[in-house]
């Protein structure tokens, strides 16, 4: 039986099912839950895609830690795992300060391991639209700094779109989670989004997302317009989230 009863890869799968033990084994009782999270949470990996997780602990002891360094590096280098490190006591201050990240969290997770730690946590309002605020104010001043760094190489610039995919559709989810509306994926929640916005073409720009996003690459002379639409898109993102109470 699948670990996740997703349909993962099976090399995923069998990462996963490794690393769970492996936790399980090195930390004991100090071990609360294992959550993934974001697109295999929903069986939706692309080439591009990280495997996240979330390890929720009672404490972090350096000694049991240890045990856990060299199957982390095994499972990031084969399936690109990554994991974030959470302590019960952190989850409430956590979700508030990263609302974001954690409303995708709330919204896409499967628990590998114990019970569910995100069980009835929600973000506040003022919390999510503050820091929705944040992220896509950073993500724009990022993305022009990689426009200049990456747009002359249209294999570099695609990579940045590619890595943009993730963090701005779950951007619009969290918008359309503000203003009572839902999407079935971070994906549609970006394509809603995209049909109020201002200008022309935005299906072209959210389809070039996609292939970058599933593919890491992009046809000759695409990537580097493509990045600039999505700085206008965050922008433009924004001014909503401005206009929220």
């Not at 990462?15 to 294992?34: C, K, P, W, Y």
């Not at 570099?156 to 619009?172: H, K």
């Amino acid at each position: 039986m699948p670990l996740t009863q997703l349909e993962l890869p099976e090399p995923v799968d069998r990462v996963l099912a490794d690393f769970v033990e492996a936790a399980r084994s090195s930390l004991g009782s100090n071990l609360r839950s294992i959550v993934l999270y974001g697109s295999a949470a929903e069986g939706r990996l692309r080439q591009t895609s990280d495997v996240n997780t979330i390890v929720v602990l009672t404490a972090f002891d350096p000694a049991q830690m240890a045990d856990l360094r060299e199957p982390l590096r095994i499972a990031y280098a084969a399936v690109k795992l990554t994991c974030m490190f959470l302590l019960e006591n952190e989850i409430t201050t956590a979700v508030d300060a990263f609302a974001v990240k954690f409303a995708d969290v709330l919204h896409r997770r499967k628990i590998l391991f114990g019970s569910d730690p995100f069980h009835g946590v929600t973000p506040s309002r003022v919390a999510e639209i503050f820091r929705l605020k944040q992220v896509l104010l950073n993500l724009t001043l990022r993305l022009r700094q990689k426009y200049l760094l990456r747009s002359l190489r249209d294999e570099q610039c695609a990579v940045v779109v590619a890595d943009t995919a993730g963090p701005i559709r779950a951007c619009a989810a969290a918008l359309l989670d503000l203003k009572g509306e839902s999407a079935a994926s971070p994906k549609a929640a970006l394509e809603r989004v995209a049909t109020h916005l201002p200008a022309t073409g935005w299906n072209e720009v959210l389809q070039h997302i996609s292939d970058a996003r599933e593919t890491g690459s992009l046809p000759p002379g695409v990537a580097g317009p493509t990045l600039i639409r999505l700085i206008e898109l965050t922008q433009q993102m924004r001014l909503q989230v401005e206009a929220l109470k």
